[in-house]
């Protein structure tokens, strides 16, 4: 124990500072759910289904699973991060809610896939698994210098803010109710992970530096160019050539046609430019430029 | 002239004086029949006015005087005088007052007879609001070292060892509401206190997230020490502190902790029981060196047992403590605490021989040989 660096965390604040933060902790506590019991399994039946809608649904839960894993590490590197550095009570108190919320979303999403038929624990095409990695997440929330402020726009905005956007304009199609009830489960608490997201950046844009407005600037455009448009979260929009088989990149297309989740190219030519022109102009207002994006199939966006 | 000194330092004031009086009183009347009585007294210097200022008029209107109203702690059987646990010192004023029939009770001299009796319950609230804002300093490394354990395991296991993931990935939020819960407690208590002080922040500042995080550690040597060793101990002293609450409040809290305690302490040895068996030589020593490590340095220091800090720092929350027992708010007596940790060394001592790793006795001023 002598060998570590002593920490100081005393005096202990633990009155809340940020309001509306320690809100959606409260909010948290009584809105937990657990994956065995309220979803509607049993109305899952996944006999009814052609084999090719449910080996698409397979991949897509799984591929989604792979993705809520990434967060299980990522989430907690943030809230050790935030304790290391004293940050305030508030968001060490709703980090810790997230990270439990991240681990439900990853076993729903699981167990989904298991009820389908079977979770894949990998792409079938091992390279994609570039794609669907932390993208060295957990390295960038250790890194003193890279600033707060810029993980908070890149991952817990801008990542999480596309995820929603995905699932609010495509839970309508999810005519399953075992698969509509999961994703309306997930949506409920990243709407909380997101207002987080922006509150804390809101309440901070005051004291950002011209330093901290081009970290932020940086951070999100890798985002979005080297993991969103890598196929992170839908294997279409991977640039062309990728590493993923044809059934994997089809996979969110079929399912979501089978009303059993995912989205289909339509829905991401709709969705993808709108929450660019979105968040472009959230983050304006802290003096955030953030540039415009090429991208083989959705253009100039 | 020294004590003139003293009383003129700005560092000293009346209130502390008396508050430390009245903590020091109030822990000599742990497992005692007290009466407590008061009274007021006049300070009177007629004929003595000299060059004496700031004083007011005494009971007869025109000699210079002040007055007191002691609180004092008696030992019922005894009949002996414990010392004081509050007092109200004033100046009455020169100038009229109004009529004293049409002034409100808290206008009125005679309001000190219900500050006395106030005082006796302030005393108790002070001490139970220390005690839990110490659950709350003991609680909050559990936040980081639980995110650390569930790091290290994404880190180190890949796609394996999904169940333990998805348990820790629980915990931080666990051990954040029982943080917020003794907060809560405190604050209802009369305010949470968020400096231990020196002694107590030291006992308390361990460096567990570090720990769990070495790559140098065998993580079973870290599942041992934070979870098999100090983990059990701190849900047995909580079991042992739920058994003695009387308070319907603190019974919940402690029930309600406990409950997810049971869980930390199970998934430990769970664990420990499908890995250890597989552990090779080295990694089991690393493993009897984290366990001695966690009983010498950090439990032994003080960081559960406020008995075991270095004396001239404990005192007065082991006073807080020992009232907080008495009273059934959510403490249990030093000798109870005692017994629960050398039940736990004895308990976490059987569950270690099951894979042949020893836990050496250990001797300490406080505790003997355990």
């Given at each position: 124990m002598s060998t570590y660096l002593s920490e100081t965390r005393y005096p202990l604040e633990l009155a809340p500072a940020m309001p509306d933060v320690w809100e959606l902790w409260q909010r948290a506590k009584t809105l937990e759910w657990d994956p065995e019991m309220d979803i509607p399994w049993e109305e899952l039946h996944p006999e009814r289904y052609p084999e090719e809608q449910i080996m698409a649904a397979r991949l897509h839960w799984s591929r989604r699973t792979w993705g809520e894993y990434g967060a299980i590490s990522e989430s907690p590197a943030l809230l050790l991060r935030f304790c290391l550095e004293n940050r305030l009570p508030d968001l060490r108190f709703f980090f810790t809610m997230r990270t439990q919320e991240e681990g439900r979303h990853a076993e729903a999403s699981w167990l989904m896939a298991e009820r389908l038929g079977g979770y894949f624990?990998?792409?079938?095409?091992?390279?994609?698994a570039t794609a669907v990695g932390t993208h060295g997440v957990r390295r960038m929330a250790f890194d003193p210098d890279t600033s707060l402020e810029g993980i908070f726009a890149s991952l817990v905005c801008a990542a999480e803010e596309i995820l929603i956007d995905a699932f609010k304009a495509t839970v309508h199609k999810a005519t399953n109710p075992a698969v509509r009830r999961l994703m309306e489960l997930i949506l409920r608490d990243e709407v909380r992970h997101i207002a987080f997201g922006w509150q804390c950046l809101d309440a901070w844009a005051p004291t950002f530096t011209p330093e901290t407005v081009r970290n932020i600037e940086r951070a999100v455009t890798q985002m979005i160019q080297n993991v969103e448009f890598n196929g992170?979260?839908?294997?279409?929009?991977?640039?062309?050539?990728?590493?993923?088989?044809p059934l994997e990149i089809d996979a969110d297309r079929v399912a979501c046609e089978a009303g059993l989740g995912g989205t289909t190219p339509e829905d991401e030519m709709r969705i993808v430019p709108q929450f660019i022109k979105k968040i472009r102009a959230r983050m304006a207002p802290w003096g955030v430029n953030l540039p415009m994006f090429d991208h083989p199939k959705l253009g100039k966006v | 002239m020294a004590v003139h000194r003293f009383l003129s330092?700005?560092?000293?004031s009346v209130e502390a004086i008396l508050s430390t009086l009245g903590a020091r009183t109030a822990a000599q009347c742990v497992g005692r029949d007290i009466l407590v009585v008061q009274d007021t007294t006049e300070i009177n210097f007629a004929g003595r006015e000299g060059k004496r200022r700031g004083f007011g008029p005494a009971g007869n209107g025109e000699a210079l005087g002040f007055f007191i109203h002691p609180v004092i702690a008696v030992?019922?059987?005894?009949?002996?005088?414990?010392?004081?646990?509050h007092a109200a010192i004033w100046t009455r004023s020169w100038e009229q007052k109004e009529a004293r029939k049409s002034r409100p009770l808290e206008e009125k001299e005679s309001m000190r007879w219900v500050d006395g009796c106030q005082a006796s319950f302030d005393i108790l609230r002070e001490a139970a609001r220390l005690v839990w804002s110490r659950r709350a300093w003991g609680a909050y490394p559990g936040l980081a070292e639980n995110t650390a354990l569930l790091i290290r395991f994404c880190l180190e296991s890949g796609a394996a060892g999904m169940d333990a993931k998805l348990f820790l990935s629980f915990r931080p939020a666990e051990e954040a509401k029982h943080l917020e819960a003794c907060f809560l407690f405190a604050k209802r208590l009369g305010g949470y206190e968020s400096d231990p002080g020196e002694a107590v922040a030291r006992a308390s500042n361990h460096p567990f997230a570090q720990m769990a995080l070495?790559?140098?550690?065998?993580v079973e040597a870290v599942v041992a020490a934070l979870g098999g060793l100090d983990d059990q101990l701190d849900l047995n002293l909580c079991l042992s502190h739920l058994q003695r609450s009387r308070d319907e409040a603190a019974r919940q809290v402690l029930r309600l902790i406990a409950g997810d305690k049971q869980r930390h302490v199970l998934f430990a040895w769970t664990l420990l029981a499908d890995r250890m068996p597989r552990l090779d030589a080295t990694s089991r020593a690393a493993v009897t060196e984290a366990l001695r490590d966690m009983l010498e340095r950090v439990i032994l220091a003080g960081y559960r047992n406020t008995w075991l800090l270095p004396a001239g720092a404990r005192e007065p929350l082991l006073a807080a403590e020992a009232l907080t027992a008495e009273h059934g708010l959510g403490a249990s007596t030093v000798a109870q605490e005692k017994a629960v940790v050398r039940a736990t060394l004895a308990q976490v001592r059987e569950r270690l021989a099951t894979w042949a790793i020893t836990l050496a006795p250990v001797n300490h001023p406080e505790l003997g040989r355990a």
């Open positions: 624990p990998q792409p079938q095409n091992p390279p994609t992170y979260r839908n294997l279409w929009l991977a640039i062309e050539g990728g590493t993923a088989t | 330092s700005p560092y000293v030992d019922v059987e005894e009949e002996a005088v414990i010392g004081p646990v070495d790559p140098d550690l065998p």
